[in-house]
């Protein structure tokens, strides 16, 4: 791998974030790579702190980066790059938790439905009939999500027991220690599961079931840490009012938020313009004044040279 290659690709790495983000949005999405976030630029520049940041860190770490922004480069041609996590991020939505929904085709428009009400809650679903392109393998897809998913789904309903897949799926979720969360449609948990009591799902709403797997999800120690880690994320990079307010109405609804997660989420919003808007403030301030954590005003927002 030639040296200069490398200088090249920080440095577009280095305009691209430039262009697209603040320091603060830089600066979490850095945090994602637990890249050290410490530095104090030799100039007041994005551009510039990127490109004194980047050298440091591992090789791996800059490919990634580049791959999720798109772009084309020479540097590190000659070696396999980190081809699981790259296809890995195919499959889910970019910072969103990941939970794999093992289910009978035969209810796969219920699926989907259910799959666009927990994006609302910043979760990421993997839905084997709609996320696997036509030409790819589908069974490779499914293992890569299996084994790339932070928690599993099973939506248990009559057959369900009899389909080899889904069965092999929650064993794949047993192996590896995740969160399983059965979903009782004439069905009750069975066989390594039939410790969970699972959600009745029965004559219920398919926007109420998705907070109800919402409310394990944020709550059970298996996957609270990931899935706040993640929302907040979502929060801090939201792009637009009506986003930024539907990721706050998400935080607002988790009980007992980790305190030292809550003043992050304060002190990176006071160095960001855009939760600078009345709707916003109120519903992040009702946030703050629960967790006992100072309100916001408009004027304690820090102004930054971008």
Avoid at 20 to 25: D, I, L, S
Avoid at 47 to 53: A, C, D, N, Q, S
Avoid at 102 to 127: N, P
Avoid at 166 to 178: C, F, L, Y
Wanted: proline fraction near 4%; aromatic fraction near 10%; glycine fraction near 4%.
């Amino acid at each position: 791998m030639k040296k200069l290659d490398k200088i090249n690709l920080i440095d577009m790495i280095a305009s691209k974030l430039q262009e697209q983000m603040t320091f603060v949005e830089i600066d979490s999405y850095f945090e994602t790579y637990n890249i050290p976030t410490d530095h104090e630029p030799s100039y007041n520049s994005k551009r510039v702190y990127v490109k004194e940041v980047l050298p440091k860190i591992d090789d791996e770490i800059i490919l990634q980066i580049s791959e999720e922004l798109k772009l084309s480069h020479n540097y590190g041609k000659s070696v396999p790059k980190p081809q699981k996590l790259i296809e890995d991020s195919e499959l889910w939505k970019p910072g969103h938790f990941r939970l794999f929904l093992s289910h009978l085709a035969s209810f796969k428009i219920t699926i989907s439905w259910l799959k666009i009400e927990l994006e609302k809650f910043g979760i990421s679903s993997f839905v084997a009939h709609e996320d696997i392109e036509p030409a790819k393998e589908w069974q490779i897809e499914i293992e890569k999500g299996l084994f790339s998913m932070e928690a599993l789904c099973a939506i248990l309903m009559p057959g369900f027991n009899e389909s080899k897949w889904t069965d092999q799926e929650i064993g794949v979720g047993i192996g590896r220690d995740v969160l399983i969360i059965p979903v009782r449609r004439d069905m009750d948990p069975y066989g390594f599961i039939g410790k969970y009591q699972g959600i009745q799902s029965k004559d219920k709403k398919i926007g109420k079931v998705a907070e109800s797997i919402f409310k394990i999800i944020c709550s059970h120690p298996k996957t609270k840490n990931n899935y706040i880690s993640a929302i907040v994320r979502l929060l801090l990079f939201s792009t637009g009012s009506e986003e930024i307010n539907d990721r706050i109405e998400v935080i607002n609804k988790i009980k007992n938020f980790p305190i030292d997660k809550a003043e992050y989420i304060r002190s990176q919003v006071l160095e960001n313009e855009k939760f600078n808007n009345v709707k916003a403030l109120k519903k992040l301030n009702a946030f703050f004044k629960t967790n006992g954590i100072n309100i916001i005003d408009k004027s304690d927002f820090i102004k930054h040279d971008v």
